[in-house]
């Protein structure tokens, strides 16, 4: 088989202040569509990470990835 799996990288928790009404409505709204909040702003982490980091560092990630999971397959 041709999958590529990708090891998990240690999670870090990330807090901002953000207005409370807006919060409890963006919140209510996902969850009437079947999404999670903080599956939401993980993905837009994502999008942060490639939009301003360097495609170098960025390949960095991935071998360093692939080889994490080839030595766990050992």
């Keep these: 088989d041709n999958v590529k799996v990708v090891s998990e990288m240690k999670k870090v928790n990330v807090t901002v202040q953000y207005d409370e009404e807006k919060y409890k409505a963006v919140k209510m709204y996902l969850e009437k569509k079947g999404k999670n909040l903080d599956d939401e702003?993980?993905?837009?982490?994502?999008?942060?990470?490639?939009?301003?980091?360097?495609?170098?560092?960025?390949?960095?990630?991935?071998?360093?990835?692939?080889?994490?999971?080839?030595?766990?397959?050992?």
């Design 41 to 74: 702003i993980a993905g837009y982490m994502d999008t942060l990470f490639t939009k301003h980091i360097p495609a170098t560092v960025r390949e960095y990630f991935d071998m360093k990835n692939e080889s994490a999971v080839q030595s766990d397959n050992k």
